[in-house]
Each structure stands twice: as structure tokens, then as C-alpha cells.
């Protein structure tokens, strides 16, 4: 667990507290306000960091560049591209609720270039009893250019080589 705290008291403020830790993945910020003492206000803010570690827990669903899909590309010099998310995904939840989660992909299965490195594909949603708990843009990983006159000539040379190796 790591710890983070900024303490304050006055006469009219009485004893405060800011403190943050880090639990599983899950990072928690408790703040009191008006404690009568210094032991209370480090209690009370002891208390609500167990509280919430006891109930919440972060739930991930993805990270930054995982790849979701393959993609087929038509009319590109490559014939497939890597649909991968554009940021890490996840949520704050109450635990045991994970299970209820329902993932929704929109996403074509095929594409044609040109494809620049970025381009938002598709998004994928993840919803919780019918609310939205976060959304993700689904990019392409690289760039795929278009075929052309050179490029299709070029295709077909290294086609015939490997047949005649062959």
C-alpha cells in the first residue's frame, strides 16, 4: 500500500486531513474535516480508506494498445491491420458486481485502405445494468496504403518467385 497525507489545524479548522493509498490498483483519497483531535482525524481517515478497499475495487478491461481484432484490408498493400484500443479501459465498481458486466463491440470486419496509424476503427462500451461504465475508440495500429499500379506489380513478382521456389 503506498501513502500520501497533508495534515492542517487552526483554532477555528480543528484537526484535518488529506490522505491517499493505493491498494490492488485501486487508489483512494479520504479527507476530514473538524476532527477534535489528531488521533481522531488519523482513525477516521483510517476508516474510510478500509471502507472503501473493503467495497470497491477497480476493474480493468483493457489496456492502451491491446490488440481487440485483426482486420481484413482490401485494397491495401497489406491485407490486414490490428484494431487496438486507444487508451486503457476501466472502472471504479462495487465488488461482486464485475460479473454483471456486459461488453458491447462496434467494429467492422473488413476495411479498405488507406488506413492511417490511429484512425478510429470502432469503439467498444462496457455497461453495468444498463449504465455506461466506460468507452474506448478502437484504432488502427499502423498505417496501410492504398494499392496502386507499383505496389500491385510488385505483389505479383513476389508471387510468381515463391511459386517458382516452390
Do not use: C, H
Amino acid at each position: 500500500m503506498q501513502l500520501g497525507l497533508k495534515t492542517g489545524s487552526t483554532g477555528l479548522a480543528l484537526y484535518n486531513l488529506s490522505a491517499s493509498a493505493t491498494r490492488d490498483d485501486l487508489s483512494l483519497i479520504a479527507v476530514v474535516m473538524k476532527a477534535p483531535s489528531t488521533k481522531v482525524r488519523f482513525a477516521e481517515a483510517q476508516k474510510l480508506l478500509d471502507y472503501g478497499f473493503s467495497t470497491f475495487s477497480f476493474k480493468q478491461f483493457g489496456k492502451k494498445d491491446e490488440v481487440i481484432k485483426t482486420l481484413s484490408v482490401t485494397k491495401g498493400v497489406s491485407s490486414s491491420v490490428d484494431a487496438i484500443l486507444s487508451d486503457n479501459a476501466g472502472t471504479l465498481i462495487e465488488k461482486g458486481k464485475d460479473k454483471n458486466i456486459e461488453q458491447n463491440l462496434i467494429l467492422d470486419d473488413s476495411i479498405s485502405a488507406p488506413i492511417s496509424s490511429g484512425q478510429k476503427l470502432g469503439e467498444i462500451s462496457f455497461t453495468l445494468d444498463g449504465k455506461l461504465l466506460s468507452t474506448v475508440d478502437i484504432v488502427a495500429k499502423n498505417n496501410v496504403d492504398r494499392l496502386n499500379l507499383f505496389t500491385m506489380l510488385k505483389k505479383v513478382i513476389y508471387s510468381w518467385i515463391d511459386l517458382l521456389r516452390s
